[in-house]
Every structure is written in structure tokens, then in C-alpha cells.
């Protein structure tokens, strides 16, 4: 009996001030040198034997007083490791899909940060009955759960600062986890963040259509029909409209951003590996390349997933590939075996993808706009709110979200202006910015959609600037 007792005291002695000794990462693979600061990997486990996989890296700062800041990539169905890996981590993949260099930028300069991948299914996060079909509403209660797990395991962190941060279909996954978080008082909520989100289907299409023509994608004759058979009284509807004309001239927007080869994560960069078809058959396997967030309210839209679901029937393995990426060294590193026992991945998780075509094919989309998110939010008048977007991406464009912003109507505290940064050539624009009473709208002037990739010097200013609640 006393030792039972020792036992079960040691253990909530350990609980009580100690993150999980066995899930700390002692040795990582790919790095010439082991990093300073402590990192731990493993799983979270959330309701109906769902284990969502997390990566948590602690402040090379002050861990103890840093904020804790949680990640989230989108898709739906795409994994937070690749947020981790190639945009503001601590460690980015190089080339070979070996080793990992130092990142001079990254985000756990100044605060811990927890990147999870959910739901169930995406990258190494599994479910016990392997089903992985989803929606909105499991997915925020999922991430809350895994949260209030998070701080069991790591009770030393639980009166931190925290930051709810993501990304694309963050746009969704944070405000509607952050309107769970702030009814728990036992989460020091303090602010939210989201990059190039999808933040309205409605917004996002109409002001996509704008965006394209003023980049030069259109042409006049296309621009001079959208605005005969989808505008009225000076008001364009390009996301529902009944008209078929409309339909049909939006259809043609749709194959040019998105099917001539373009890159529609940044304009202005090249495509990796090439211009690809949306579908495509490699080795024997279906590959997708439409993560289907754009114009889904159009019939033909509709008819497209079915298409898809049909020919995925047909066979036995499925990838889905946003289109312009370049996965690969991403992919070769994590399911190097000595890397998984490094991270401590279940041998029950499946081979470590970017993204979940199984995931993304059964999901739920529930929330059109987050518009009642952010107004509750807003309502406290105590929350730190960031909307930042690269101004060069597509897929998520700045237009959209800048409007979605304005149709808050928040009191403007700082009309819009640029924003300035350091760099090795002097003082620079970052942006734009234009601050409301508890939200901000901000431009990354040349950024595409995976903001801290393409300009990791502005979007640590942004960062640090919306952690330590100072101007932008």
C-alpha cells in the first residue's frame, strides 16, 4: 500500500510541474547541432478515440513567462508540420529531405508554440476506428479538447499567455475554436491571429474575380461580360448568382486562376515541379490538386466532387496535392522510420502526407462566414485580433478578407497606412495596415499564402509586434 501511495504521489508531483519526460525529444535527426531550447512530440488524445499528433516547441526566450501560441494549418486536412517545416519553425527542411537548418526568423524566438495536427487523419493523428469523416463543429471541440489535454500534460505552462494562430482554412478552424476557448476561464486567452483566411465564401469569390482582373488575368472581354450577367445597380454577384451567363463567365475566372498554371499560392512565383493537371493519374495513384474551397456554392462545383468521389472509388490510394507545392522533402523526412521514433509517432498513424485526400473529401463545411465568431469575440473587448494577409495570394485573397473586416464595423482607431520593418537593406514596407478598436487588418506587401515562407523578416515584425501588443 505505500508504495502504491509513493507511486501515485510521484506521479501527481510529476503532473503537477513536469511536462511528459517521454515525450520530450532528445535527439532529432537531420540537425548538425541539437537545438537549445526543449521539444517534445507526441499525442493528445480528445473524444472518441481520436490522438491528435502535436509538435510543441518551447521559447528559446523565457519558456516560463513567453506566451504559448497554438498553430493550426487548413485545407481542410492539411497538417500544422508543414507550418512548422517551411514557414516559421525553428527547423525548415531543406531540399534533400534529410537535413534541417536553423531558422533565423522563427516564431519560438519570442513563444512557445504548440503545432497541432487535426483533425484525426491528417499527417500522423489517427483515430482508433480509422473513420475520418468530419465537420466544423467536432473539429473546434476536437482542437478545444486537445488544448485542455495540452495543459494536463504541460500544467506549467497553464497561466501563460495564449494565442490562438492559423492559417487558409484557419480562417474557419481558429475563430470557431477561439469562441469555445473564451467561455473557459481556466485559458488565459489573449488574442487571436489569422493569416490568409477563409473567413467568407461569399467575400472570398466576389473579390477574387476583382483581384484577377486587376492583375491582368482576364482580359477585357471576359471583364465586360462578368459585369453584364452577374452585376446590377452597381453590385456584383459572382458567388450564387442564378444567371447562366454568369455561371459561365465565372467558370472561365475559375479555370484561369486556377487551371492554367498559375500559381495561385503567390502570383508571382514560379509553379514547383511544373504545371500539373487537377487530376492526374501517377504510379497507379489518383492525385488531386483541389482542396475545393473556391466557388463551391456553383452547380458545376458540385458536380466536379462528384466526379471526384467517383473516380476515387476507383481506386485504392488517393493524394491530395495543393497545387505549386513541393511536398516531397517534407514527406521524405517525416516517414524517415528514425525520425518517426524520434517524434514518437504511433506505429497506428498512417505515412505522413501534407495533406488528407480522405479528410478533405468527407468534410463538413458548417460556417460559410465567421462573422458571429469575431463579433463575440470583438464584444469582450479584451481579445488582441489580427487578420494579416499576403497580398499576392489567391487562393485566400487580401481583398476578401479586408472586406470582411470592414463589415465588422469596429471603430477605426488608425486609418489605413503602411507599416515599416528593418531588413539588410535599410527600412522597408511591409504592408498595409489599418487598426480597428480590438482587431487590425494588415497587408504583407509581395507575400503569397504562406506568408512567413515568402517574407520571414516582415512576418516576425507582424508577429512580434501582435504578441507584444505593440503598433504595427
Known sequence: MRVL???????????????PAADEVTYLPGLQKQPSFRHYSGYL?????KHLHYWF???QNNPSSDPVVLWLNGGPGCSSLDGLLTEHGPFLIQDDGVTLQYNPYSWNKIANILYLESPAGVGFS???DQKYGTNDTEVSMANYLALKEFFHLFPEFSKNELFLTGESYGGIYIPTLAERVMEDTSLNLQGVAVGNGLSSYEMNDNSLVYFAYY???LGSRLWTELRIFCCKDGMCNFYNNPDQNCT????????IVYASGLNMYNLYASCPGGVSQKVS???GQLVIRDLGNLFINHQWTQLWSQKLRGMASLHESIRLEPPCTNSTPSTLYLNNPYVRAALHISPKALQWTICSADVNMNYGRIYLDVMKQYLKLLSALKYRVLVYNGDVDMACNFMGDEWFVESLHQQVEVERRPWFYNDESGHQVGGFVKEFSNIAFLTVKGAGHMVPSDKPIAAFAMFTRFIKRLPY
Open 5 to 19: 501511495l509513493l507511486c501515485y504521489f510521484l506521479s501527481s508531483l510529476l503532473g503537477a510541474d513536469a511536462a
Open 45 to 49: 488524445s480528445v473524444a472518441d478515440g
Open 57 to 59: 516547441v518551447e521559447s
Open 126 to 128: 489517427y483515430s482508433d
Open 215 to 217: 492583375h491582368g488575368l
Open 248 to 255: 459561365s463567365s465565372v467558370s472561365e475566372v475559375r479555370d
Open 281 to 283: 493519374i501517377e504510379q
